[in-house]
């Protein structure tokens, strides 16, 4: 049964810091998602990670693939408050079916 | 263009009764999934649909059911409610089944007394 695994579960954070969310997987995948989710709101679609080594960024967040290590990681340069939220790593097994994993609380102080 | 539509975006059930939940894909998308979120167990897939076939199903009792239409639309069922199933029921549109991009709907916020 595929898992994933996010670290930490809740994040702290000053504006201005760096900071990286963490996210392992079981089994072998051949995509992982990263979504944004807002409170009491839908999912957002961050970074779709289609192979080995993919890096894609989109403004303060960049996200990498190691399917050797079953690890991806979103990357967060030097913080804003708007960046508050949680962040969902989601690996698809069989089929097309998503796994989702824990949630990482973000929290983005002044 | 307009976004996955999800109906009604609230609603609240005793337990024993049964519910149907809506969605929309976005238009031109021929792929429905659904998907439960709670704050204890997360997010967890339900079932997929493809051209009105349900192509995946999810670890639920058989209470909870979907279909889907000739026009792309979904609904699920969820039938003799129980407290647990107070939850978020998402549901996300694809152009295709397993293609790169899911897009999520607003989600039916369900509560179950």
């Known amino acids: 049964e595929l898992k994933v695994e996010q670290n930490p579960l809740f994040l702290s954070m000053q504006e201005g810091k760096n900071y990286t969310i963490y996210c392992n997987y079981s089994t072998t995948s051949d995509r992982l998602y990263w979504y944004r989710q807002d409170p009491g709101k839908s999912l957002e679609s961050l970074f779709v990670l289609l192979s080995n080594g993919a890096v894609k960024q989109e403004g303060r967040l960049m996200a990498s693939l190691d399917t050797k290590a079953r690890l991806s990681t979103l990357h967060i340069t030097a913080a804003v408050h708007d960046l508050s939220a949680t962040y969902f790593c989601?690996?698809?097994?069989?089929?097309?079916?998503?796994?989702f994993g824990t949630g990482t609380r973000l929290q983005v102080t002044l | 263009k307009a976004g996955v539509t999800q109906t009604p975006r609230y609603l609240i059930k005793t337990r024993g009764q049964q519910v149907t939940l809506s969605c929309s894909p976005i238009s031109g998308h021929r792929s429905v999934s659904w998907y439960q979120q709670t704050p204890g167990q997360g997010l967890q897939f339900l079932f997929e649909y493809f051209s009105e076939t349900q192509r995946n199903k999810g670890n639920f009792p058989g209470r909870f059911s979907g279909r889907q239409f000739s026009n792309s639309r979904s609904e699920m069922n969820v039938s003799t409610l129980e407290l647990g199933d107070s939850a978020l029921y998402l549901c996300?549109?694809?152009?295709?089944?397993?293609?790169?991009?899911?897009?999520f709907g607003s989600g039916t916020q369900l509560s179950v007394l």
């Open positions: 989601a690996v698809t097994g069989t089929a097309s079916k998503l796994t």
């Open positions: 996300a549109s694809s152009l295709v089944a397993g293609t790169e991009k899911l897009f």
